[in-house]
């Protein structure tokens, strides 16, 4: 008995020694500098340093969910107002690395739109959630600020369910109460919930590193009273305010992306900070009809938001002949071609529109895809979007 008493004890000893050396062991490492929006210990410049006036962005993901031979992560963008990072817009796979790669410092960033669940758009939501507290223990060691350390909630915005099932036809076994696509609350508490999320352990590990304390919000309403509810109807031009607070507002509106009986719940989001505007597209067919052709009003929802918009981000994933495979109608429902993209820009007055959301199908044809965009009389500028390159609203240099 002695003996296995004093295996067990031994067991114990290093198991809880592996524990504190794996937490010990981040206070040994290099904690780098934590000025301002900047994080890094290197003098060479960043992304970040690029960063200029009042609203800016900075493309972490410009490609889509297949590989591209020029590696573009997927979707996923850093919004900086007066050159503070403030918002994060779409976590897609790859977009850890490249914001790993920014040289920005998000520790007291708090809050993130997902324009939809699809995996390249949140891929990497978990761990840039971690990143931002890790981003805060250096501040917490230099400064004896934990506790409590950070206790900001992420606040985390996207679309509610629409309630359609797995298509009947296709999955007869399926159970038609449950959703095809989870509202984005269901989709977040899965992750972080105390109780029952997958990730649920950041609760604790947070404050096991001197982080802060970890909390979290879906949709919160922007007087603080309950949640905002996007409708998922994009045949009607619904705007909600999700976020009002200190010069910065952010829209929100349904779009369309998929075919019935399989839509995808998505939004186009509208960022203004003082008087400059930037719109995001997500995944859409930007339709300008119901299903049942039925006109939609002004052109549909993505003119609607887009109205005068300073900087346009277009999903740019299909050619108007391409894909052009037998089944692949399907892609002419979930994104837009270059010709609906300059209809759109040139009816809402876009002053600059950034392709993004760039696939194998239009990597290499998208001095087309520009050609096509101003045969709809678009005459504002365009760019093409790469990752970690910067946009600074309203100024004529990007880098």
């Not at 981040?26 to 000025?35: E, H, L, P, R, V």
């Not at 590990?205 to 879906?218: C, D, K, L, P, W």
């Not at 299903?291 to 005068?308: K, Y």
Request: proline share 7%.
């Amino acid at each position: 008995m002695q003996t296995k008493n004093n295996q067990f004890h031994l067991l114990y000893s290093i198991v809880i020694g592996l524990f504190v050396m794996l937490v010990s062991g981040f206070c040994f490492a290099d904690q780098g500098i934590n000025t301002g929006n900047h994080y890094g210990k290197t003098n060479a410049p960043f992304p970040v340093d690029y960063v200029k006036g009042d609203l800016s962005v900075m493309v972490l993901g410009s490609g889509g969910p297949a590989v591209t031979a020029d590696g573009r992560a997927s979707a996923g963008y850093l919004i900086f107002t007066d050159g503070q990072p403030r918002v994060l817009m779409d976590v897609g796979g790859g977009t850890y690395k490249n914001f790993a790669s920014s040289g920005a410092n998000i520790k007291d960033l708090d809050i993130i739109l997902l324009s939809h669940l699809h995996i390249d758009h949140m891929g990497d939501l978990s761990p840039i959630v971690k990143a931002m507290y890790f981003q805060n223990r250096p501040f917490n060691l230099a400064n004896g600020t934990f506790p409590p350390g950070r206790t900001a909630a992420v606040r985390i915005y996207g679309p509610d369910a629409n309630g359609l099932p797995f298509p009947a036809a296709i999955f007869p076994q399926a159970d038609p109460n449950v959703p095809l696509y989870p509202s984005t609350k269901d989709f977040v508490d899965s992750h972080y919930d105390l109780y029952t999320g997958s990730d649920r352990y950041l609760n604790i590990f947070t404050r096991a590193i001197s982080a802060g304390i970890f909390n979290y919000q879906v949709n919160p309403s922007p007087n603080g009273q309950g949640n905002v509810e996007v409708s998922p109807d994009w045949t009607v031009y619904e705007p909600v305010t999700l976020v009002h607070e200190q010069g910065l507002r952010i829209t929100a509106v349904a779009v369309n992306h998929g075919p019935p009986p399989a839509e995808v719940p998505a939004l186009a989001f509208r960022i203004e900070y003082k008087g400059k505007s930037i719109v995001y597209s997500g995944d859409t067919s930007s339709r300008s009809t119901a299903f049942d052709g039925t006109p939609l009003a002004n052109g549909g929802n993505m003119v609607e938001i887009s109205q005068g918009a300073d900087l346009l981000i277009y999903d740019t994933a299909i050619m108007n002949d391409a894909p052009d495979g037998p089944n692949d109608g399907v892609f002419f429902q979930l994104h837009t071609t270059p010709s609906r993209i300059g209809e759109v820009a040139a009816a809402a007055g876009v002053k600059k529109l950034v392709l993004s959301h760039i696939t194998a199908v239009t990597q290499s044809r998208l001095d087309e895809v520009e050609a096509l965009i101003r045969e709809q009389n678009y005459t504002g500028k365009i760019s093409r979007a790469a990752d970690l390159k910067v946009y600074n609203v309203g100024m004529h240099n990007h880098h």
